[in-house]
């Protein structure tokens, strides 16, 4: 179950696949499931984030940091036009590694919740 729903979200990687299979280690099937629910209902994927950093370039600069809930960011971006579009290229560029980043702390979260709201069984 694991793999199969993990393969199946959008732009995911091997380096993803792995940080959530460790992060699934030791819980039961439901919370497997919990887990894989909300998190992928919380999981940005990469290309999203590329579009909406390079729609930043000739729109409105800092969606994306919206998107990815870093507001003060987001705002700075807005009324800077992107750090006079330097901040915006550099966004473009590391796409990944902020998709990264907001993904992991969502997996985190997802586990945590999972863990608590479904005790495991008691033998």
């Not at 039961?28 to 894989?36: I, M």
């Not at 586990?111 to 069984?121: D, E, H, R, V």
């Amino acid at each position: 179950m694991d793999s199969n729903y993990l393969l199946s979200l959008p732009g995911i990687d091997n380096t993803e696949i792995q940080f959530l299979q460790n992060l699934m280690t030791g819980m039961t099937e439901p919370q497997k499931q919990q887990f894989a629910s909300i998190y992928g209902a919380r999981r940005k994927d990469p290309q999203t984030i590329l579009l909406l950093s390079l729609l930043g370039l000739v729109v409105i600069a800092g969606i994306h940091r919206f998107v990815l809930e870093q507001i003060g960011m987001g705002i700075l971006y807005f009324f800077t036009g992107g750090l006079c579009l330097v901040g915006t290229i550099v966004d473009a560029i590391n796409y990944k590694s902020l998709t990264w980043e907001y993904n992991q702390k969502k997996a985190l979260e997802s586990s945590s919740i999972a863990k608590t709201f479904i005790a495991s069984p008691q033998s």
